[in-house]
């Protein structure tokens, strides 16, 4: 089968798919049995699938961050006895994606709307004051410095990543926090910002579920389980703090904050915080 595109008549011309792209349609133009149909499907390929492929590797886990690297806290909760069995793990859970939510999402849905470097070098400002546990801000610093630099090298056809973080780098005044970082990219490459604050919702949950296996606090097949109930709780979340200006930024679970903070002092320890 052979191809024929028409632009439409207010062009008042006629147009074809050439080897070199969309070409005037003239006497001297190749005919239309020299028209490959891929060649068709490549040009008319869309932009919003290519977006989604982008969007689904920035949440695989294979994506090196270092996230499997933290447990929010979950560690030292186990320690401190604050968690005994999977209700209590699932309560944590929950508790650990509001106060996610409510500290976080404000942060991740402003960079997402303004991915610019003044408006990232204040959001990572006000977010590095707003974390005094020196064990979460830690973590925050080394997984979101880790995602800009795997970004800036695997989003190679966005090159405002690359300039950005030299840029950042350069200056030396930015810490390159895990929530600015994760709405910044995700603003570069076009994601909206209900998306990007679900995703961040989501790695959260993944994560901390993975590290609750690692302790052997549930099975595979458990937090797969685990997972998916807690899904629609993660969605209310979501529409309870998506959309909030960082003024709004707040700590729902104080006592979560005070465990994680004592994960340096744990005698012995699998995860970095």
């Known amino acids: 089968m052979h191809w024929r595109v028409e632009i439409p008549t207010q062009w008042n011309s006629h147009w074809f798919i050439g080897v070199s792209g969309l070409q005037p349609y003239s006497a001297n133009s190749p005919m239309e049995s020299e028209i490959e149909p891929n060649k068709v499907n490549g040009v008319?390929?869309?932009?919003?699938?290519?977006?989604?492929?982008?969007?689904?590797?920035?949440?695989?886990?294979?994506?090196?961050?270092?996230?499997?690297?933290?447990?929010?806290?979950?560690?030292?909760?186990i320690q401190a006895?604050?968690?005994?069995?999977?209700?209590?793990?699932?309560?944590?859970?929950?508790?650990v994606l509001e106060n996610t939510g409510s500290l976080l999402l404000p942060f991740v849905y402003t960079a997402t709307m303004l991915p610019n470097m003044e408006t990232y070098s204040?959001?990572?400002?006000?977010?590095?004051?707003?974390?005094?546990?020196?064990?979460?801000?830690?973590?925050?610093?080394?997984?979101?410095?880790?995602?800009?630099?795997?970004?800036?090298?695997?989003?190679?056809?966005?090159?405002?990543?690359?300039?950005?973080?030299?840029?950042?780098?350069?200056?030396?005044?930015?810490s390159f926090h895990h929530a600015t970082v994760f709405g910044l990219i995700c603003g570069v490459l076009g994601i909206g910002s209900g998306t990007s604050q679900r995703a961040y919702i989501f790695i959260t949950m993944r994560d901390i579920i993975s590290a609750a296996t690692r302790l052997n606090l549930v099975g595979p097949l458990g937090a797969a389980?685990?997972?998916?109930?807690?899904?629609?709780?993660?969605?209310n979340i979501v529409k309870k703090w998506m959309d909030r200006p960082v003024e709004d930024a707040c700590q729902?679970?104080?006592?979560?904050?005070?465990?994680?903070?004592?994960?340096?002092?744990?005698?012995?320890r699998l995860f970095c915080s």
């Open 81 to 95: 006895r604050v968690i005994s069995g999977p209700e209590d793990l699932k309560t944590y859970v929950i508790h």
């Open 225 to 235: 389980v685990l997972q998916h109930q807690i899904a629609h709780v993660a969605e």
């Open 44 to 77: 008319l390929a869309s932009s919003e699938n290519i977006l989604q492929w982008s969007q689904w590797q920035l949440l695989d886990s294979i994506l090196p961050t270092g996230g499997f690297a933290h447990s929010f806290g979950l560690e030292a909760a």
């Open 252 to 268: 729902t679970s104080p006592l979560l904050d005070t465990v994680q903070g004592c994960h340096s002092y744990l005698f012995s």
């Open 122 to 174: 204040k959001l990572d400002k006000v977010l590095n004051a707003t974390l005094t546990n020196e064990v979460s801000r830690k973590a925050s610093i080394s997984q979101g410095s880790a995602l800009l630099r795997i970004a800036a090298s695997v989003f190679s056809e966005v090159p405002s990543l690359k300039r950005m973080r030299d840029t950042l780098l350069g200056t030396g005044t930015v």
